[in-house]
Protein backbone atom coordinates (compact mmCIF):
# COMPACT_ATOMS: atom_id res chain seq x y z
CA UNK A 1 0.00 0.00 0.00
CA UNK A 2 1.11 3.28 -0.81
CA UNK A 3 2.06 5.96 1.87
CA UNK A 4 0.46 9.25 1.70
CA UNK A 5 0.81 11.77 0.41
CA UNK A 6 1.38 9.37 -2.96
CA UNK A 7 4.28 11.20 -4.29
CA UNK A 8 6.91 8.76 -2.67
CA UNK A 9 5.35 5.71 -4.25
CA UNK A 10 7.62 3.83 -7.11
CA UNK A 11 8.81 5.33 -9.51
CA UNK A 12 6.59 8.57 -9.57
CA UNK A 13 8.70 9.72 -6.36
CA UNK A 14 11.78 9.70 -8.11
CA UNK A 15 11.48 12.67 -10.48
CA UNK A 16 9.66 14.52 -7.94
CA UNK A 17 12.73 16.30 -6.19
CA UNK A 18 14.53 17.17 -9.28
CA UNK A 19 11.41 18.76 -10.66
CA UNK A 20 11.44 20.82 -7.30
CA UNK A 21 14.90 21.51 -7.47
CA UNK A 22 14.70 23.08 -11.10
CA UNK A 23 11.80 25.06 -10.17
CA UNK A 24 13.28 26.78 -7.38
CA UNK A 25 16.15 27.77 -9.95
CA UNK A 26 13.79 29.39 -12.15
CA UNK A 27 11.67 30.63 -9.38
CA UNK A 28 15.15 31.98 -8.23
CA UNK A 29 15.68 33.83 -11.29
CA UNK A 30 12.25 36.16 -10.88
CA UNK A 31 12.50 39.42 -9.63
CA UNK A 32 12.29 39.44 -5.68
CA UNK A 33 9.12 40.96 -5.46
CA UNK A 34 8.05 37.60 -7.57
CA UNK A 35 10.05 34.76 -5.59
CA UNK A 36 8.34 32.35 -3.75
CA UNK A 37 10.33 31.31 -0.97
CA UNK A 38 11.68 27.39 -1.40
CA UNK A 39 9.34 26.02 1.52
CA UNK A 40 6.54 27.47 -0.41
CA UNK A 41 7.75 26.03 -3.97
CA UNK A 42 7.75 22.63 -2.00
CA UNK A 43 4.10 22.92 -0.39
CA UNK A 44 2.94 24.14 -4.21
CA UNK A 45 5.09 20.71 -5.47
CA UNK A 46 3.49 18.59 -2.84
CA UNK A 47 -0.17 19.85 -4.12
CA UNK A 48 0.98 19.53 -7.36
CA UNK A 49 1.69 16.02 -7.34
CA UNK A 50 -1.14 14.85 -4.87
CA UNK A 51 -3.07 13.14 -7.97
CA UNK A 52 -0.43 13.41 -10.96
CA UNK A 53 -0.57 10.69 -13.40
CA UNK A 54 1.51 12.26 -16.15
CA UNK A 55 4.44 11.09 -18.00
CA UNK A 56 7.55 10.34 -15.44
CA UNK A 57 10.34 12.50 -17.07
CA UNK A 58 11.55 15.55 -15.96
CA UNK A 59 10.15 18.10 -18.17
CA UNK A 60 6.71 16.71 -18.09
CA UNK A 61 6.63 16.88 -14.22
CA UNK A 62 8.61 20.58 -14.26
CA UNK A 63 5.95 22.27 -16.47
CA UNK A 64 3.52 20.11 -14.15
CA UNK A 65 4.82 21.92 -11.15
CA UNK A 66 4.92 25.07 -12.97
CA UNK A 67 1.91 24.97 -14.21
CA UNK A 68 -0.15 24.03 -11.06
CA UNK A 69 1.91 26.63 -8.93
CA UNK A 70 0.29 29.53 -11.24
CA UNK A 71 -3.19 28.61 -10.34
CA UNK A 72 -2.67 27.30 -6.94
CA UNK A 73 -0.47 30.51 -5.77
CA UNK A 74 -3.56 32.76 -6.98
CA UNK A 75 -5.09 31.62 -3.48
CA UNK A 76 -3.40 31.44 -0.26
CA UNK A 77 -1.56 27.48 0.40
CA UNK A 78 -1.70 25.86 3.84
CA UNK A 79 0.94 25.41 6.05
CA UNK A 80 0.67 21.53 6.10
CA UNK A 81 3.43 21.75 9.77
CA UNK A 82 0.35 23.59 11.41
CA UNK A 83 2.91 26.60 12.25
CA UNK A 84 0.24 28.87 10.75
CA UNK A 85 -2.89 28.85 9.00
CA UNK A 86 -1.21 30.24 6.03
CA UNK A 87 2.19 30.15 4.27
CA UNK A 88 1.59 33.39 2.07
CA UNK A 89 0.28 35.07 3.96
CA UNK A 90 2.33 38.06 3.12
CA UNK A 91 0.97 38.07 -0.86
CA UNK A 92 -2.41 38.89 0.40
CA UNK A 93 -6.03 37.85 -0.14
CA UNK A 94 -6.82 35.45 -3.04
CA UNK A 95 -6.32 37.11 -6.41
CA UNK A 96 -4.56 39.91 -4.99
CA UNK A 97 -2.49 41.71 -7.31
CA UNK A 98 1.06 40.16 -5.77
CA UNK A 99 -0.47 36.50 -6.50
CA UNK A 100 -1.21 37.57 -10.03
CA UNK A 101 1.91 38.91 -11.11
CA UNK A 102 3.71 35.70 -9.26
CA UNK A 103 1.09 33.52 -11.31
CA UNK A 104 1.97 35.39 -14.61
CA UNK A 105 6.00 35.15 -14.21
CA UNK A 106 5.23 31.38 -13.50
CA UNK A 107 2.91 30.51 -16.47
CA UNK A 108 5.69 32.56 -18.50
CA UNK A 109 8.46 30.49 -17.90
CA UNK A 110 6.42 27.38 -17.89
CA UNK A 111 5.45 28.93 -21.47
CA UNK A 112 9.29 29.23 -22.34
CA UNK A 113 9.77 26.03 -21.70
CA UNK A 114 7.63 24.21 -23.36
CA UNK A 115 8.15 26.25 -26.77
CA UNK A 116 11.69 25.43 -27.17
CA UNK A 117 13.17 23.49 -29.68
CA UNK A 118 16.41 22.54 -28.84
CA UNK A 119 18.67 21.62 -25.55
CA UNK A 120 19.96 24.87 -26.17
CA UNK A 121 16.80 27.29 -25.88
CA UNK A 122 15.52 24.86 -22.93
CA UNK A 123 19.07 25.80 -21.05
CA UNK A 124 18.79 29.07 -21.33
CA UNK A 125 15.46 29.88 -19.45
CA UNK A 126 17.35 28.33 -16.40
CA UNK A 127 20.59 30.97 -17.34
CA UNK A 128 17.85 34.08 -16.72
CA UNK A 129 18.07 34.66 -20.70
Given amino acids: MCPD???????????VVPAIKLAKALIDKFPQDRRLSGYHVEALAIDAFKRYDGPLNRASMLHHVLRHAAEAVLRPTGDITGQTVHIDDHLGAPGSAARRAIAASLNAIATTLSSARTEQEYRRAFEGE
Fill in 5 to 15: PPISCGTRGHG
